[in-house]
């Protein structure tokens, strides 16, 4: 079982390169090719070293460690916090992210996240929480209904390229 632990700056090059190939694992067939082939982890370190360093109140990164790697190098990542949507209740969270490597889909380290981030929403006072999904993204969808979560009719669209994807939003109780 992954180990679990909240992300230190040392991890941000660990964490863009799960998450580009993230991106480029999960949505191949789905966000047009050349939008998932023009990200570099290069690109996502940098701004995400800008990101770290603006005030985020109550938000919360994490990264999987592979049980006994004594290098601590992170296998998958999260990050939760408040509701970005404006007619959220304050009490609603949302997972902003959920990413494994890969080749470990499947392993539990999806589940070892998402546990852990239910459990530190839960002491931040959050009693649902939220995420949103691209509606192609089968997998996706299966692993967050296997937990419990389910479409509450919300939607919106992304543009990627000249691509436009339906993105749904799913809740669940904490």
């Known amino acids: 079982m992954p180990q679990v632990r909240e992300m230190t700056t040392a991890d941000i090059d660990a964490v863009s390169a799960l998450r580009v190939a993230g991106w480029q694992s999960a949505y191949a067939g789905i966000v047009p090719q050349p939008y998932l082939d023009a990200m570099t982890a290069e690109a996502d370190a940098l701004r995400r070293r800008e990101r770290l360093a603006l ?4 938000t919360t990164d994490l990264v999987a460690v592979a049980d006994g790697d004594t290098d601590g190098v992170p296998v998958g990542w999260a990050c939760l916090g408040p509701s970005r949507d404006e007619a959220a209740r304050p009490d609603t969270a949302e ?5 494994a490597r890969p080749d470990l889909i499947g392993t539990g380290i999806g589940r070892a996240l998402l546990t852990t981030a239910h459990s530190r929403a839960r002491t931040q006072h959050f009693t649902s929480i939220t995420l949103w999904v691209l509606a192609a993204n089968h997998p996706a969808r299966l692993f967050y209904e296997r937990a419990g979560y389910r479409p509450d009719g919300a939607t919106q669209d992304d543009v990627y390229t000249d691509t436009t994807l339906t993105e749904l939003r799913y809740t669940s109780a904490l």
């Open 55 to 58: 005030s985020r109140p109550r």
């Open 95 to 99: 997972l902003y992210a959920l990413y």
